[in-house]
């Protein structure tokens, strides 16, 4: 069973993930032009929806529901774009600790036992695990300044980062 919760923890993303592009893509094709799937029905019935619509509303607020639907859709794809960015820089982030940790640790600190280089957690958050100890030097200091800045969400982003790790490890 050990097996089995190891397997799902490390893989079970890549299954979700696999059975999300599977429902999504057509399952098949008429007339070799024409996608049948998931979305191109939910998108044919969306906009087929008032010329059949049960509840009788005026034709105002029919289109006025369909108005609503194309921007939550052009809105939902700036999501999409948006948090993909934000994907991409948290997987640089996790990927960079591990590679260039040591040098990042040698910049920003005398310390020798800190979270740099290690798997599974970022820059931000091993900085601000050594900002909470206050053990980090004025370059240190500068860089954690520098990204609390630039996230918008927190007042102090290494601190909020560092956090959320020891959050999350507790929770496994």
Request: some cysteine; overall charge positive; aromatic content about 16%.
């Amino acid at each position: 069973m050990k097996t089995i919760n190891f397997i799902l923890k490390e893989f079970g993303t890549l299954l979700v993930a696999f059975l999300a592009v599977a429902l999504a893509l057509p399952w098949f094709w008429i007339w070799d032009i024409i996608p049948v799937g998931l979305f191109p029905l939910g998108i044919v019935y969306t906009f087929s929806k008032p010329f059949y619509d049960y509840r009788k509303r005026s034709w105002p607020e029919r289109l006025k529901r369909i108005g609503r639907w194309c921007l939550n859709v052009l809105y939902q794809c700036w999501v999409v774009i948006r948090r993909g960015f934000l994907f991409v820089g948290f997987l640089i982030d996790l990927l960079g600790n591990v590679l260039i940790g040591e040098l990042i640790e040698d910049l920003v600190t005398s310390e020798e036992c800190t979270y740099f280089g290690e798997g599974d957690i970022t820059i931000s958050a091993a900085l601000g695990d050594l900002k909470k100890r206050g053990k980090l030097n004025k370059t240190g200091i500068l860089i954690s300044n520098v990204l609390s800045r630039l996230d918008f969400k927190h007042e102090d982003h290494c601190i909020a980062a560092y956090e959320l790790y020891i959050f999350k490890k507790n929770q496994k």
